[in-house]
């Protein structure tokens, strides 16, 4: 059966859903949500390219928001601290992108920044990848969806790994969040949240909506 979470269900809103030309008020539009979501892609590790450290910076001072940095870059090692020394509360890069030392020099140094670290799986990534990191990192990312475009639909076949994480890290590292980015609505969030998930990223369905606060609460469960 499902393993059910005690941990409270945060909402991360992807920035990369929002009108660019008017940042500052789309921010504002989703003020009730936990985090702030940002994805920076280099068009190498996935297909798209994105934001970066300056669109951060700008950011960071126009919100009170936690800033939740997705990293889907090559070599994230490069980078992963100077994101957080710009701004972000949690830093996040993909397992599949670096090699194993780099990828623990790169959790030190997120550490050393005095910001959250976290590690993102692919989907055709297992959930045993994780293992030699789980007690070095204040998040987990699943991703429902490939990486690299919004608006996809959810891969069922990830809630699996959901579960497996989820005893992995109630094992290993309770205080680790388990995030779910990719395809979630009112009805995904409700199998994540069955399935173990602690913080669920909604782009399209939260920035598509007319009422993006009612949208972010029937999301997190309250309506």
Request: hydrophobic share 45%.
């Amino acid at each position: 059966m499902p393993t059910e979470t005690k941990k409270p269900l945060q909402i991360s809103p992807s920035l990369l859903s929002a009108d660019f030309t008017r940042l500052y008020d789309e921010i504002e539009t989703i003020a009730s949500a936990d985090l702030l979501h940002f994805d920076v892609m280099d068009g190498v590790f996935v297909p798209n390219i994105s934001i970066g450290i300056p669109v951060l910076e700008s950011v960071r001072r126009v919100t009170k928001l936690p800033i939740d940095v997705h990293l889907m870059i090559t070599a994230p090692s490069r980078y992963a601290e100077k994101f957080a020394e710009a701004g972000a509360d949690v830093v996040s890069f993909h397992v599949e992108a670096d090699d194993p030392e780099n990828i623990a020099r790169a959790i030190a140094g997120i550490h050393s920044a005095g910001r959250r670290a976290g590690l993102a799986l692919k989907p055709a990534t297992p959930a045993e990848a994780i293992m030699p990191y789980i007690t070095l990192l204040d998040m987990i990312v699943v991703m429902t969806v490939e990486p690299g475009f919004g608006g996809q639909k959810f891969m069922r076949g990830q809630l699996a790994k959901i579960k497996t994480l989820r005893e992995l890290i109630d094992g290993h590292n309770p205080s680790c969040e388990l995030e779910i980015d990719g395809g979630i609505t009112p009805e995904t969030a409700r199998l994540c949240e069955e399935y173990g998930a602690s913080v669920l990223v909604a782009g399209s369905d939260i920035f598509g909506a007319r009422d993006r606060a009612a949208r972010i609460e029937e999301i997190r469960g309250g309506v």
